[in-house]
């Protein structure tokens, strides 16, 4: 089955470590986005790629950055982890002209 | 600013309807969509919304009135399974991408 796949899908790490989180896709679509998920406050949009060559920022990038490697892979970095970047961070994929987003399964970064 | 309201919470029975209410205030609308999250996984698409009306899709419907800036998810003959988070989202423009509501935790019981 066509998937997004998350890699790692829990990590520990202490504060000020450079953390890389990475997506992989295999259903061929164009754009990827990162989310983050905290209880209670939803899914906030951190970047979005629409393919290779765009990279946008979205409503919380502050602390975070993405490089598109290829049209599958999309990495989402944190250069120096602090305790509050602790959440449940989601990859999801989509195809122009769909609206629906496909997410792949989480993972879980605690900060200490 | 952009926001998007709903409740936190709903209780329900089993066999029961309810209805998740989605209020939105962006600066651009381009649809309204609904997804569903069961406990920590991976949220999935329920439906999309474009223009004003009523979309339905088996056991679930979701409804826009965009000269209201309101939609809602209408779930009927509710199960056990349905138990779950959902999540309205507002795409503003074409060209960008999903803003999501905080979520609504539906609890069904026996």
């Known amino acids: 089955d066509a998937d997004v796949t998350q890699t790692p899908r829990n990590r520990i790490t202490k504060t000020g470590k450079r953390i890389m989180l990475e997506c992989s896709q295999t259903?061929?679509?164009?754009?990827m986005y990162w989310y983050r998920q905290d209880p209670g406050l939803g899914l906030r949009l951190i970047y979005y790629?629409?393919?290779?060559?765009?990279?946008n920022k979205g409503e919380i990038s502050d602390g975070y950055s993405v490089s598109r490697q290829a049209q599958a892979k999309f990495s989402l970095s944190l250069e120096s982890a602090i305790p509050n970047q602790t959440a449940l961070y989601f990859c999801?994929?989509?195809?122009?002209?769909?609206?629906?987003?496909?997410f792949g399964p989480g993972t879980r970064l605690t900060v200490l | 600013g952009q926001s998007l309201e709903q409740p936190s919470e709903v209780t329900a029975v089993e066999g029961a309807i309810v209805q998740i209410n989605c209020t939105y205030q962006?600066?651009?609308?381009?649809?309204l969509s609904w997804y569903q999250q069961h406990d920590g996984g991976a949220p999935t698409f329920l439906s999309y919304?474009?223009?004003?009306g009523l979309e339905e899709t088996g056991r679930f419907s979701s409804f826009l009135s965009r000269s209201d800036s309101y939609g809602y998810l209408l779930l009927q003959e509710l199960q056990m399974k349905d138990s779950a988070s959902y999540f309205c989202?507002?795409?503003?423009?074409?060209?960008?991408?999903?803003?999501f509501g905080k979520g609504t935790t539906l609890s069904v019981s026996s």
């Open positions: 259903k061929g679509h164009d754009r």
């Open positions: 919304n474009a223009l004003d």
């Open positions: 962006t600066s651009g609308f381009y649809g």
């Open positions: 989202a507002v795409r503003e423009e074409a060209g960008t991408a999903l803003i």
């Open positions: 999801a994929t989509s195809k122009r002209p769909s609206n629906e987003q496909f």
């Open positions: 790629s629409f393919d290779v060559k765009d990279i």
